[in-house]
């Protein structure tokens, strides 16, 4: 079974302050996604990456930043977080033509 | 661009009768593969079907699938739904070019099983 961890599992932020989210897979996948999800929406993608060393924008890029230093590693990080950055934030990976993986989530509160 | 189609936002029903969540999508590509994800409540999604077959049944779990090219759809089964049932349901499209390896989802059913 692929392996996907987040840390922290939970967070509160104060507005303003920066936040780093961490994800970690074992599985040397290429791809790498952050998603969003809040309550009453689906999935959305925020960035993903499908090499080291490279990031792209997704489908809600704003106020997020991406960082992947190796084919494990992939961060997500808000600089100014606000409080609509309230959420569960999922990682996810996968190989090309499998499925995906997705991490426990991580649940972010701003205030 | 691609893009997948999910009409129901809720589905609500009793127990023991028969489920269908509807999944269209729509793809240049003409070897999409199509994938259901479960999210049953403070879990992670996780993979519940997988097809790229054109008119061939997949199961798992009680639940069954056939991915129909020529309607371009995925409609996700279960002949008797199980209180168990209760959770978000997820389709997904990865088309042939694999669009640099992003799934494409739809916005999601919430399935909801009443005893």
């Known amino acids: 079974e692929a392996a996907v961890t987040q840390s922290p599992r939970s967070k509160v932020a104060v507005t303003g302050g920066k936040v780093t989210l961490s994800c970690h897979q074992t599985?040397?996948?290429?791809?790498m996604y952050w998603y969003r999800q809040d309550t009453g929406h689906g999935l959305r993608l925020i960035h993903y990456?499908?090499?080291?060393?490279?990031?792209e924008k997704g489908d809600i890029p704003d106020g997020y930043k991406a960082s992947r230093p190796s084919q494990e590693n992939f961060s997500l990080i808000l600089e100014l977080a606000s409080l609509s950055q309230t959420a569960v934030y999922f990682c996810?990976?996968?190989?090309?033509?499998?499925?995906?993986?997705f991490g426990p989530g991580t649940r972010l509160t701003v205030l | 661009g691609d893009s997948v189609t999910q009409t129901e936002g809720l589905v609500t029903l009793t127990e023991g009768l028969p489920v269908m969540l509807n999944c269209t999508y729509q793809?240049?590509?003409?070897?999409?593969?199509l994938f259901w994800y479960v999210q049953h409540l403070n879990e992670s999604p996780r993979l519940l079907l997988k097809?790229?077959?054109?008119?061939k049944r997949t199961e798992h779990q009680g639940f069954h699938a056939t991915l129909h090219k020529s309607s371009s759809s995925f409609h996700l089964q279960k002949s008797s739904a199980q209180l168990s049932d209760s959770a978000l349901y997820y389709c997904?499209?990865?088309?042939?070019?694999?669009?640099?390896?992003?799934?494409?989802f739809g916005q999601g059913t919430k399935l909801s099983i009443k005893p």
């Open positions: 996810a990976s996968r190989d090309r033509g499998s499925e995906q993986y």
């Open positions: 599985n040397n996948h290429d791809y």
């Open positions: 990456s499908y090499v080291a060393d490279s990031t």
């Open positions: 793809t240049i590509y003409s070897n999409p593969f």
């Open positions: 097809s790229f077959t054109d008119n």
């Open positions: 997904a499209l990865s088309d042939q070019g694999d669009n640099q390896g992003k799934l494409i």
